[in-house]
């Protein structure tokens, strides 16, 4: 079973991300790596969070590339467990993907990476829009009921704020010299969004906590916000002797 840390985040720490958050993506990205934190046990959780809008191309986010790779090969293929999800509005567990015929060609490709598990949840969206939340595990067998349960408790928790991301930021369309910012401003946005969770303050705070650890250890903000990203722990702030 996968056990949580337990200190899910007010709706005001997610109204807090949502306002602070300069896109959708970069909010996606925040919810991502908040979910994958919360969700997470003695072997960190892969998450990603897939959108689908009318007319506009998927936006993928993930607590980390792996997982954002795994669910970019779904799009290759067109099908699997996370777009099924999606699409189909239902669960879909696969205890052992090496034991499953429902996604021959994608089973295999994951099974590559190293995944074993996978267990997809739809995030109720309004017309026009689907999510879903997507979990791997390079254990087979990890998503029991208990464990199902409480990520289809975590994607309703997230249903409301996202339904208002959606409204609030349209379809983004960026020039290409715009992304690696955009990418870089993510990553930041994403660790600030986990220390807010981690250490139950505010958005200012958590940005400031950064701030301190960059200028005590001369680090940039983006590779602090890297390690966070990857597991490392806050810095601290106190320079070194």
Known sequence: MVSGTGASPTPEQLQDL???????????????????????????????????????????????????????????????????????????LVPDVAADDRWAHYASTVSGEGIRSVLAVPIATDPGSAAALNCYARTSGVFDSETVAEVERHAASISRILRLALKVHPPEIYPENLRSALKSRAIIDAAVALIMIQNRCSREQSMELLHLAARATDTKLHTIATDILQGASLPSADPPE
């Open 18 to 92: 949502l306002l602070e958050s300069p896109g959708f993506t970069e909010f996606l990205l925040g919810l991502t790596t908040v979910s994958a934190t919360l969700l997470g046990g003695p072997e960190p959780m892969l998450c990603a969070i897939t959108v689908e809008r009318n007319g506009s191309p998927a936006t993928v986010a993930s607590s980390g590339e792996e997982a954002k790779r795994l669910d970019e090969k779904q799009y290759t293929f067109d099908d699997g467990p996370c777009l099924t999800a999606l699409r189909q509005g239902i669960t879909v």
